[in-house]
């Protein structure tokens, strides 16, 4: 089946260094989304990127579609403490989502 | 405000001992699901519905029941709940199941003992 992955599951920064994660499928995807969940809370959606290539940008975010559409990346410039959570990926294809196992980031002040 | 509310947020019971948790949305949604949260898991769909009384089974169904008779409600049933099922429960609703944004319910944590 289809299968999402991130990779490591766990990253420290100290605040201002730059951060970048990576989200691989084992599939062609029509869409790819991502979502913050802060500590206690729950998953968020920041962004969704459909074409390939794509780039888009939030503030210090900026997320990437591959362009074979089987990848994506999320690079957080200067992080900084609100920045910590854990980032989900979730892939869509053949009607499904398919969600990341995640990455948590902590950023030392 | 749009929303998707759970209930309960807490809950620690006994094995064997039948429970729901409840999910509703406010936002006329067809797409509904179900995902428990585990460490070094991430989110694992258990069950999902297309709509009214369309629903089906996603990654990891076993012990669990789920019902939709109206739109905006899709409860999750545990009949015999066991420790393994010990989780953080979401719920989630969109548009539809692939295309739009997932909104999540504020979890429900789950302790089976």
């Known amino acids: 089946g289809q299968q999402v992955m991130q990779i490591p599951q766990y990253q420290h920064v100290q605040e201002g260094e730059d951060f970048t994660t990576y989200c691989n499928s084992s599939t062609t995807l029509s869409n790819i989304q991502w979502y913050k969940q802060r500590p206690g809370g729950h998953p968020v959606f920041l962004i969704q990127l459909v074409k390939s290539g794509e780039v888009k940008k939030q503030k210090r975010l900026t997320f990437q579609f591959g362009e074979a559409k089987k990848n994506s990346s999320l690079h957080i410039t200067a992080t900084q403490t609100t920045d910590v959570g854990t980032y989900f990926c979730a892939g869509g294809a053949n009607s499904k989502l398919t969600f990341g196992k995640g990455i948590t980031l902590s950023v030392r002040p | 405000e749009a929303q998707v509310t759970q209930n309960p947020r807490y809950l620690i019971t006994v094995t064997g001992k039948k429970l729901t948790v409840t999910c509703s949305q406010n936002m006329n949604h067809e797409y509904m699901s179900w995902y428990r949260q585990d460490p070094g898991l991430g989110l694992r769909q258990i069950y999902y519905?297309?709509?009214?009384?369309?629903?089906d089974k996603g990654d990891v169904p076993e012990g669990y029941k789920v019902s939709r008779k109206e739109k905006r409600n899709f409860p999750l049933i545990l009949e015999s709940p066991s420790p393994n099922q010990t989780s953080l429960y979401f719920c989630a609703s969109s548009p539809n199941r692939e295309r739009y944004e997932q909104y999540f319910g504020p979890g429900t944590r789950l302790t089976v003992t």
């Open positions: 519905s297309m709509n009214v009384e369309v629903t």
